[in-house]
């Protein structure tokens, strides 16, 4: 199902830009390699994240949309995971290997928890967005795109906040 709605691309959009402006920087992407070494994961991510005017522009499948939601979910749930526990010990080697940009690259390190919880904020408002489209537009006795899609109920445990559930509507 191709979907053409504004207040949808307008959350992909600022999406994208969080993620782009105060996520993916120069300082924090390579404490992020291992995650996005998931070739599935990262195409994902990218086509969400950095093709984001595109889909406002062109509509976009909601099937994709939804693997996209389930990406940047899983991504957030590794950074939390694998890399805020030990951010310190990682900011201590990077910083020695580098003393420009000292300031920045520390504003990046201390910032990046609080940047994924406005990520994780944003990523629930999209989902809740899609599935109420999804809903909205299924026609009677049909079932869904997201009950169609495998892992889309694991996106709450991913981000740790409250989601609509898909049957629930």
């Known amino acids: 199902m191709l979907v053409e709605d504004r207040a949808i691309g307008e959350i992909i959009v600022r999406i994208g830009q969080h993620y782009n402006e105060n996520i993916a920087t120069r300082f924090l992407r390579p404490l ?3 995650i996005l070494s998931d070739i599935d994961l990262g ?4 086509n969400l994240t950095e093709h ?18 389930i990406s940047l979910s899983k991504f957030i ?15 201590e ?3 020695r290997s580098a ?3 000292r300031v920045y690259r520390n504003m990046a390190f201390n910032n990046l ?11 629930v408002e999209l989902y809740n967005a899609a599935l109420k489209y999804d809903k909205k537009h299924t026609m009677r006795n049909k079932r ?8 889309l109920s694991e996106v709450e445990k991913f981000l740790g906040k409250p989601v609509l559930k898909i049957n629930s509507l």
């Open 32 to 34: 992020f390699a291992q």
């Open 43 to 46: 195409r994902h991510i990218v």
């Open 52 to 69: 984001s005017e595109d889909f406002v522009l062109q509509g976009f499948h909601l099937d994709d949309l939804y693997f996209g939601i």
């Open 77 to 91: 749930y590794m950074a939390r995971r694998d890399i805020l526990p030990n951010i310190h010990t990682l900011t």
């Open 93 to 95: 080697e990077s910083v």
């Open 99 to 101: 003393k420009d940009d």
């Open 113 to 123: 928890e609080p940047n994924l919880n406005v990520l994780t904020d944003m990523l």
């Open 144 to 151: 869904c795109i997201a009950e169609r899609i495998e892992g």
